[in-house]
């Protein structure tokens, strides 16, 4: 979490060792929850099979394996395994799907504990005070396109009464803040003016961000 100039990072250890509630994770935990269910050892969704193995371009759960194990000797298996997320939320957004359902409760529970530890460290190191209201904004893939992400992070904030907060979904990609920030040489946010005018240049030249 970035609080003006000051920062706190709980997770970011990695994909593979962190990254809870990610997109990675969510397509990982997807993989899993096919082959489980291929397996007999938890009701399956024949739904999330059939999107799982469309998104893949796959025929059979079978494949599901070989295909794992070759996209890893990519640069950005990462990124193709987190691309399974967008499935899995219109699964459970649009179709109520239990497994797709069951996978989001579960990235939305991790990403409430790492809020929760991130909040908790800000007021122990004097990063943010009880008091008065403190803005946050809301990025990366999953949750700037998953309401019921979001409704979460809202939920959870009220709940445990944890101050007031001007609570807003990102409109641009974090990178644009960067360099926004790069070409600027200030800690204070710039304006949404030079937001969108980096947006739409990273557009004309191909870049989708």
């Not at 099979?49 to 000797?73: A, D």
């Not at 649009?94 to 800000?122: C, G, N, P, V, Y």
């Not at 893939?141 to 609570?167: C, H, M, P, T």
Request: aromatic letters at 8%; hydrophobic letters at 45%; a neutral charge.
């Amino acid at each position: 979490m970035l609080f003006r100039s000051a920062h706190v990072r709980i997770g970011g250890w990695g994909s593979e060792l962190a990254d809870l509630g990610s997109g990675f994770y969510i397509g990982k935990q997807a993989i899993i929850a096919v082959l489980d269910s291929e397996d007999g050892r938890r009701t399956g969704s024949d739904r999330l099979k059939e999107k799982l193995l469309e998104s893949l371009g796959l025929n059979s759960v079978e494949q599901i394996v070989p295909w794992y194990y070759e996209v890893r000797k990519t640069p950005f298996w990462r990124a193709k395994i987190a691309d399974l997320a967008v499935a899995v939320v219109r699964l459970a957004e649009m179709e109520s799907d239990f497994q797709a359902m069951d996978i989001l409760e579960k990235a939305a529970e991790e990403m409430q504990t790492s809020l929760l530890a991130a909040i908790s460290r800000a007021h122990e190191q004097g990063v943010i005070t009880k008091t008065g209201v403190q803005p946050m904004i809301i990025e990366g893939g999953v949750a700037r396109n998953s309401k019921y992400i979001q409704n979460r992070i809202f939920g959870l904030l009220k709940a445990r009464r944890l101050g007031e907060w001007d609570v807003k979904v990102s409109t641009f990609h974090p990178v644009v803040g960067a360099v926004a920030f790069a070409l600027s040489g200030q800690t204070t946010l710039p304006s949404s003016n030079v937001l969108a005018k980096l947006q739409e240049s990273a557009q004309k030249i191909g870049v989708v961000l």
